[in-house]
């Protein structure tokens, strides 16, 4: 048994482990966000890119527990947070995101990086909304995926929801709803 299967609901699942999948229905649920991203490719291609390569990670991490591509799958949800907080010259929030980047990397929950930097960049990005109502619908989306992922890692017997592989789905869309309502 791998430890990250161990938080994972699918391991208990009749699919783990299918055809030498560990997680089949995870990782085709990043195939799927990936498609959707492609089909909204048409601008913000940089942060779409992102995404991609956060999904690819996943893909990888969900389907072998390759040690590797679990590690840079968290880091990848991390890094373009940081990035865009450099980028714009938002020297003290990537400081304080910094600092709370290695306390989740000793807790083993760099996507917790990934959730208070969405809220600065969505602060100081608020006076570029271009569409807020898609911007309002991809919050929610985002806030709804966050929880069903907690709830997955809380209730992990409850398997046939499949409520992590709802999470790259629902967040993939979130965020490509946000990105596109925001001017860059």
Request: hydrophobic share 50%; with cysteine; glycine share 4%.
């Amino acid at each position: 048994d791998h430890y990250w299967g161990k938080e994972m609901s699918e391991t208990r699942s009749i699919t783990y482990n299918l055809y030498g999948i560990k997680e089949p229905i995870n990782t085709l649920s990043c195939i799927v966000a990936i498609v959707y991203v492609l089909y909204n490719y048409e601008k913000n291609k940089i942060l779409k890119n992102l995404i991609i390569l956060n999904l690819v990670f996943a893909i990888i991490a969900h389907s072998t527990y390759n040690d590797i591509a679990i590690k840079l799958d968290g880091l990848s949800l991390a890094l373009p947070i940081l990035a865009i907080c450099y980028y714009y010259k938002w020297y003290k929030e990537l400081f304080v995101l910094c600092l709370f980047f290695l306390f989740c990397l000793k807790i083993e929950r760099e996507g917790l990086v990934m959730i208070v930097g969405l809220i600065i960049i969505f602060y100081n990005k608020k006076n570029d909304i271009i569409n807020k109502n898609n911007f309002k619908k991809g919050c929610i989306l985002c806030i709804i995926s966050f929880i069903l992922r907690l709830l997955d890692e809380a209730y992990p017997d409850y398997w046939w929801f499949y409520l992590h592989s709802v999470w790259h789905i629902l967040m993939t869309i979130g965020l490509v709803m946000i990105i596109d309502s925001i001017k860059w």
